[in-house]
């Protein structure tokens, strides 16, 4: 159990319904405990390709009880949800333009990450599609050209493709996945337990 102040490392997707429900409760939770958190958007597929897992709603009888648990899930966390009418959606722009974004402002990032989160999971945009996503960032008066260009970037794809390496390295096969003082957590469900590692220092 460590007593290091790191900042807890959230990964996840934008097309994660659980990814998406974590992101809005996590930075108050651990804020509660004077840490930060480190938003790090992966491409899933990718996580799900090296572990050998199906894509969860393609799985016979757990597929239907998982759009059910979505749902449930927050509610119990009375977070707003609807589940969008095209899903998975690929990710690769918003993912790569939020890196970006944080490059240069982190406030202005996660702004940016709740507004794609809640346009797929809240009003079900399709969050897959370039257009949609330069008007969110529009809406935060991001300069869509630039976002354009930036998205482009070697540099910009190499950091997304790096951080979903880094993310299956660490042992992720699923989203959200947390790393606590070294500690893995899966999934939103695994909030209450991150915080009392948090409030005890480990359990």
């Keep these: 159990m460590s007593d290091t102040k790191d900042p807890v490392e959230f990964w996840f997707d934008f097309s994660s319904p659980y990814s998406y429900i974590a992101s809005e409760r996590i930075d108050e939770l651990v804020a509660k405990h004077g840490r930060k958190v480190k938003w790090r958007p992966i491409m899933l597929g990718a996580a799900f390709k090296a572990s050998g897992l199906p894509f969860l709603v393609n799985v016979p009888l757990k597929g239907e009880y998982s759009k059910r648990d979505f749902d449930r899930s927050a509610r119990y966390l009375g977070v707003p949800y609807t589940f969008p009418p095209r899903f998975p959606v690929t990710t690769l722009a918003a993912a790569r333009g939020y890196y970006w974004l944080h490059g240069q402002d982190c406030n202005k990032a996660r702004e940016f990450a709740h507004a794609v989160f809640r346009a797929y999971w809240v009003n079900g945009r399709d969050i897959g599609e370039l257009p949609v996503v ?49 500690e893995p957590f899966w999934g939103a469900d695994r909030l209450p337990q991150i915080e009392k590692w948090l409030a005890t220092g480990g359990f």
């Design 134 to 182: 330069l008007e969110i960032a529009g809406t935060l008066g991001i300069d869509g050209d630039a976002y354009i260009a930036a998205i482009a970037t070697p540099e910009i794809k190499e950091r997304l493709k790096r951080e979903t390496d880094a993310a299956i390295a660490k042992g992720m096969f699923g989203a959200p996945y947390f790393m606590v003082d070294g």
